[in-house]
Nanobody
Framework: VQLVESGGSSVQAGGSLRLSCAASGFIFDDYTVGWFRQAPGKEREGIAC????????TYADSVKGRFTASSDNANNMVYLQMNALKPEDTAVYYC???????????????????WGQGTQVTVSS
């Protein structure tokens, strides 16, 4: 199993970025991929997840209405569109897979077994 994030960058507040997560070694159709972030000195936070089987999505309150998760199941890709970025969104962003077959979706960090290496997002004021 491998997950590779890309798309992180430095942007000004109010700007947008789209992160990509390329998954391999498993078929996304039957599992869940989540997006997480970790700011310096803070715990890793779950912000969104998307079910490969039925497309259900859950968001953390901190990003609801600004971030949108989506997927391209045919290509085993998951995306995170981030709009109206704020300085407090600055963090390393990770995607991760919950490889329990069609397990109920959750953004709880402990439920995810396989992680990407992360991509840095920096939002300046």
């Amino acid at each position: 199993v491998q997950l590779v994030e890309s798309g992180g960058s430095s942007v000004q507040a109010g700007g947008s970025l789209r992160l990509s997560c390329a998954a391999s070694g498993f078929i996304f159709d039957d599992y869940t991929v989540g997006w997480f972030r970790q700011a310096p000195g803070k715990e890793r936070e779950g912000i969104a997840c998307i079910s490969g089987s039925d497309g259900r999505i859950t968001y953390a309150d901190s990003v609801k209405g600004r971030f949108t998760a989506s997927s391209d199941n045919a290509n085993n890709m998951v995306y995170l569109q981030m709009n109206a970025l704020k300085p407090e969104d600055t963090a390393v962003y990770y995607c991760a897979a919950d490889l329990r077959f069609r397990h109920p979706i959750t953004i709880a960090t402990m439920e995810y077994s396989d992680w990407g290496q992360g991509t840095q997002v920096t939002v300046s004021s």
